[in-house]
Nanobody, 115 residues
Framework: QVHVVESGGGLVQPGGSLRLSCAASGRIFAINAMAWYRQAPGKQHELVAQITREGSTNYEDSVKGRFTISRDNAKDTVYLQMDSLRPEDTAVYYC?????????WGQGTQVTVSS
């Protein structure tokens, strides 16, 4: 069993920054891609950013230039640095870990951007 735990969410003013962390633990064979998704009220679940084991990244268009995804393979951890936050970034952010034998999700962490 693989456990995925996110942290780092909270309330921030527009233009502010937050850093999300996601750590995987348990019976891990080899983690391939790690990704952040989000879901805002009344909207579909969407991919925010993804990073492969080799470090290749891709981003949803609205976060390009503002968010940065990174990972520490030794710690089975992925990060999402979010800068220049906007009210429309408000959502529950979920981490997805794709491992050799399956994909695993965290419980989510709330990010609220409001003045």
């Amino acid at each position: 069993q693989v456990h995925v735990v996110e942290s780092g969410g909270g309330l921030v003013q527009p233009g502010g920054s937050l850093r999300l962390s996601c750590a995987a633990s348990g019976r891990i064979f080899a983690i391939n891609a790690m990704a952040w998704y989000r879901q805002a009220p009344g909207k579909q679940h969407e991919l925010v950013a993804q990073i492969t084991r080799e470090g290749s990244t891709n981003y949803e268009d609205s976060v390009k230039g503002r968010f940065t995804i990174s990972r520490d393979n030794a710690k089975d951890t992925v990060y999402l640095q979010m800068d220049s936050l906007r009210p429309e970034d408000t959502a529950v952010y979920y981490c997805k870990v794709s491992e050799s034998y399956g994909s695993y999700w965290g419980q989510g962490t709330q990010v609220t951007v409001s003045s």
